[in-house]
C-alpha cells in the first residue's frame, strides 16, 4: 500500500510569490489534514479536509488554503509569502478524521527568501 | 493558552533504560491522544494512541498512561534502544476540533 506522497520536497520562493503544495493520501483515506512545522512554533495543525469540505481550521491567516479533489488528493496554497513562513508543511491522511489513526507524508521543506 | 503542554524538552537514557514523556492538556472534550515518532527528514509516524476510556495501553515497548481526572498521559518506552533516538509528540484532539501537539521531547539514548 503506498504511503502519502508530498510534492514537491524542497521549495524556494521568493516573498511575495504564492505557492502551492500538494499531497496523495493513502487510497481509500478520505481525510487529509495539514501541518506547518517550525522550530520556534513546532507542529502546528493548519486545516482538514473531508471529501472535498474544509471540516476543521486552525489559526492560521487566509493567505493559508486549501482544496480537496474528488479522488481525496488536496493542495494547500500560500499567497504573498512572508519570511516567516518558512517551514517544513505535512500532511496526513486518514481514514476517518482527526480523530482516527494518520499517517504523515515526509513533508516540503519550503524556503522563502 | 497552550492546549497540551509536554516534558522534558529533551532526554537522555542509557541503553535498556526506562524513557518517560509526560502531556498535560487543557480541554475535557479530547477524546483522542496519540504518540508520535520523528526520525530527522522524515514526518511523524504515530507510535501508540489512547481514548480516554482506557487508563493504560501497551503496545510492544511502548506504554501510554492516561490520568483523565489531572487531564495527564504519558509516553513509557521500556528497554530503549539507540534506534529510539528521536523527537517525540504528544497530540490531542476531538472530533470537529484543531489537532494540538505538543511541543516535542528529543530522546538520545546512550549505548
Known amino acids: 500500500k503506498a504511503g502519502v506522497t508530498q510534492t514537491p520536497r524542497y521549495l524556494i520562493k521568493t516573498r511575495g510569490q504564492q505557492v502551492t503544495l500538494s499531497c496523495s493520501p493513502i487510497s481509500g483515506h478520505r481525510s487529509v489534514s495539514w501541518y506547518q512545522q517550525t522550530p520556534g512554533q513546532g507542529l502546528q495543525f493548519l486545516f482538514e479536509y473531508f471529501s472535498e469540505t474544509q471540516r476543521n481550521k486552525g489559526n492560521f491567516p487566509g493567505r493559508f488554503s486549501g482544496r480537496q479533489f474528488s479522488n481525496s488528493r488536496s493542495e494547500m496554497n500560500v499567497s504573498t509569502l512572508e519570511l516567516g513562513d518558512s517551514a517544513l508543511y505535512l500532511c496526513?491522511?486518514?481514514?476517518?478524521?482527526?480523530?482516527?489513526?494518520?499517517?504523515f507524508g515526509q513533508g516540503t521543506r519550503l524556503t522563502v527568501v | 493558552q497552550q492546549q497540551v503542554k509536554q516534558s522534558p524538552q529533551s532526554l537522555i537514557v542509557q541503553k535498556g533504560g526506562i524513557s518517560i514523556i509526560n502531556c498535560a492538556y487543557e480541554n475535557t472534550a479530547f477524546d483522542y491522544f496519540p504518540w508520535y515518532q520523528q526520525f530527522p527528514g522524515k514526518g511523524p509516524a504515530l507510535l501508540i494512541a489512547i481514548r480516554p476510556d482506557v487508563s493504560e495501553k501497551k503496545e510492544g515497548r511502548f506504554t501510554i498512561s492516561f490520568n483523565k481526572s489531572a487531564k495527564q498521559f504519558s509516553l513509557h518506552i521500556m528497554d530503549s534502544q539507540p534506534g529510539d533516538s528521536a523527537t517525540y509528540f504528544c497530540a490531542a484532539t476531538t472530533t470537529g476540533n484543531q489537532f494540538y501537539f505538543g511541543t516535542g521531547t528529543s530522546l538520545t539514548v546512550i549505548p
Open positions: 496526513a491522511s486518514s481514514a476517518q478524521g482527526l480523530s482516527t489513526e494518520a499517517f
